[in-house]
């Protein structure tokens, strides 16, 4: 897609952002604090030529992956990750890029999407294959990271506009090495049937909800600013480029995606995805996964954070019942209630 400017189409990959309010005030307060002793640092300094904006330590994670993400801190597929990451409790460093030069992802010559994560010398690349990967990590410590990798392998074809691309159709599968019984394998279906639903519907209302007029995606452009830290990494130009043609690109991407995905009203298509959603976990769960969240459900929570303070946010999310189960999964997420199941994974075994 090319119009404004090649600037205008690398900013027009922020998918989603967010400005307060006082009611998602009253619902983030409602939540449990947080207990978790994980540390949470926000380096000044440069490291490696690239500038961290924070880096989370688990003292108990003995992985030893080394992570580093590189992201959008309001795209819903950087939020995806970053709400696996954080409830499983992974130590892992955060680095913004500039999404106009994109300087801090050089080293992806042929990728320059975001999020990526970087182990050592390991790239990996796309939000719900990132997720596989580490998810099938956590199950099997007989294996190391390189050898999960070869478990998705990927396949060339082409894209709907002709240009080669790379396919991972096992994307959604978590590779857990035995047989399971009838109803671990219909919770596993259900969970990579609403992980899709996440990728190919939920995160698609975002950008026509957030960018609906022009004051509401400038409104979400200004949030963006403050809360990507820009003033830190950013030179003044580029900020101001970044804010008004920025909020122009998406103000009239979004147009063209409420028609190529037929959304008629894009605030009932978002109220009628919460209850669907709420309608699919029942009045017996607190998770889609049960007691403790499953991927589908990071996977939504994470892709919500990409516009928690919107209007759309407030007029809906917070209208809805789905409200409740997200102060659950915020509470959880943010205490990194998983995070045992790190710690758990033996090191000596890979």
Not at 73 to 101: H, I, M, Q
Not at 144 to 157: F, N, R, T
Not at 287 to 307: K, T
Request: glycine letters at 4%; charged letters at 25%.
């Amino acid at each position: 897609m090319r119009f404004l400017g090649v600037r205008t189409v690398q900013l027009a990959s922020l998918a989603g952002f967010s400005w307060g309010g006082s009611k998602l005030d009253e619902v983030q307060a409602a939540a449990k604090p947080r207990t978790c002793p994980i540390q949470i640092q926000r380096p000044e300094q440069v490291k490696d030529d690239v500038l961290l904006s924070r880096k989370v330590i688990n003292h108990l994670d003995k992985s030893n992956l080394k992570l580093r993400l590189y992201q959008y801190e309001t795209c819903p597929f950087c939020c995806k990750v970053r709400a696996f990451l954080d409830y499983y409790g992974f130590s892992y460093e955060l680095v913004e890029v500039n999404p106009v030069t994109r300087s801090q992802i050089k080293f992806s010559t042929q990728y320059k999407k975001v999020p990526i994560i970087r182990s050592d010398d390991t790239t990996l690349t796309e939000s719900s294959l990132i997720i596989s990967q580490l998810a099938t990590f956590l199950q099997r410590p007989d294996q190391s990271l390189a050898q999960v990798i070869e478990m998705y392998p990927g396949v060339d074809s082409t894209n709907e506009k002709g240009k080669p691309v790379v396919n991972y159709p096992n994307k959604f599968f978590i590779m857990k090495g035995k047989m399971e019984g009838e109803a671990n394998m219909a919770a596993a279906r259900e969970e990579r049937e609403w992980r899709e639903w996440v990728d190919n519907w939920f995160i698609h209302l975002i950008s026509p909800n957030v960018y609906r007029n022009w004051n509401e995606s400038l409104e979400t452009f200004r949030w963006f600013e403050q809360v990507g830290d820009w003033h830190r990494a950013f030179p003044a130009w580029e900020r101001v480029l970044a804010v008004y043609v920025g909020a122009a690109a998406m103000f009239l991407l979004s147009k063209t995606l409420k028609k190529k995905h037929n959304i008629a009203d894009e605030r009932e298509e978002l109220r009628k995805a919460c209850r669907d959603w709420m309608a699919a976990i029942g009045p017996n769960r607190k998770f889609l996964g049960g007691d403790q969240p499953n991927l589908a459900d990071l996977s939504l929570y994470g892709a919500m954070n990409s516009f928690y303070g919107c209007s759309a946010f407030k007029e809906v999310i917070l209208e809805e019942k789905i409200v409740d189960w997200w102060r659950r999964m915020d509470s959880v997420v943010k205490n990194h209630e998983g995070r045992k199941t790190l710690e758990a994974r033996n090191p000596q075994k890979q």
